[in-house]
């Protein structure tokens, strides 16, 4: 993270330069900029990424959501601007999510250290608004924000589960897609199977908010810095019944029910939790992210 602030630090100054450089925003120069039409462009950026479930975070110290959990998104996407202050458009996005834990079971001596990779073909649908002053209307630096909903394809899923004893011994469990291993650092036979579907849902359903501002670094190119919030409202998790073939019996299919009955992702409720009423309903968990993207537009009309 620090090398990508050095570099979008960098950056940023080099658009400075190049704004003053390349444009002559006197009286006497070129200054009929556009502010209408179409506009095409690349954006992406780096944010921290969780998910969002009422239990996780309230749970003990068996399981603490790391909420720095940092990863990046790119693509492309288009703005029509119709007014000179509002504008709609659409952005195609390769996006990379997931979330990441620790946690200590106290009772039964066990560290977790767990990972989820999300990646989503993300497609947002915008409304962008952006300051304009008519007394001064080809000013290079602009405010801008945009909001909207979003669509998002589950493209590619994998958890990694990691449970450590006080001896050093530990066993992982992996889901990629419907992948699944059950490995051992005793060494020992791994464990091998295939599920019959996700464990998280394929399609993610929510909305955006991002505030900023837009440079324009020459006549018809515009180059934005937005800090920007992409939260989920429905449930990425697969919480039906799943089946599962081990590689060791082919011939017959067992119930898999990763969230059916947890105290907390990843961990069963034990004797306290039943003794102070623990009811297994575990409730929605949802996206979330929070970060910085960058975008370079061109208009491409005049």
Not at 125 to 141: A, E, G, I
Not at 208 to 229: K, N
Not at 261 to 282: E, H, Q
Request: net charge positive.
């Amino acid at each position: 993270m620090k090398t990508f602030t050095t570099l979008l630090a960098g950056l940023c100054c080099f658009i400075s330069l190049q704004v003053h450089a390349q444009y002559d925003y006197t009286p006497t120069g070129r200054n009929d900029v556009p502010v209408l039409g179409m506009q095409w462009g690349i954006t992406g950026g780096g944010f921290t990424s969780m998910l969002n479930n009422r239990d996780d975070l309230n749970a003990d110290q068996r399981l603490d959501p790391q909420m720095m959990n940092f990863t990046y998104a790119g693509g492309i996407e288009w703005i029509y601007w119709f007014q000179k202050t509002i504008g709609i458009g659409m952005q195609g996005l390769y996006w990379k999510g997931g979330a990441a834990y620790t946690g200590k079971d106290t009772i039964s001596g066990l560290t977790l250290n767990a990972k989820t990779d999300m990646t989503y073909l993300k497609f947002p649908v915008l409304f962008h608004f952006k300051s304009y002053n008519r007394y001064y209307p080809d000013r290079r630096t602009r405010f801008s924000a945009f909001f909207g909903p979003y669509i998002a394809l589950l493209a590619m899923s994998s958890d990694q589960e990691k449970l450590t004893n006080s001896a050093g011994q530990s066993t992982t469990y992996t889901i990629d897609n419907q992948n699944y291993e059950q490995a051992f650092s005793t060494g020992g036979a791994t464990v091998k199977g295939k599920l019959n579907g996700g464990i998280y849902n394929p399609v993610d359903l929510g909305f955006i908010v991002g505030l900023g501002a837009e440079v324009r670094l020459w006549r018809r190119t515009v180059v934005g810095l937005h800090l920007r919030s992409d939260i989920g409202i429905s449930n990425v998790e697969h919480t039906k019944g799943l089946k599962i073939t081990y590689d060791s019996d082919p011939n017959k299919e067992y119930d898999f029910s990763p969230w059916n009955g947890m105290y907390a992702k990843y961990n069963m409720p034990n004797a306290t939790d039943y003794a102070k009423g623990f009811v297994a309903n575990r409730p929605p968990t949802k996206n979330m992210s929070a970060g910085i993207f960058l975008t370079i537009r061109k208009y491409m009309a005049y």
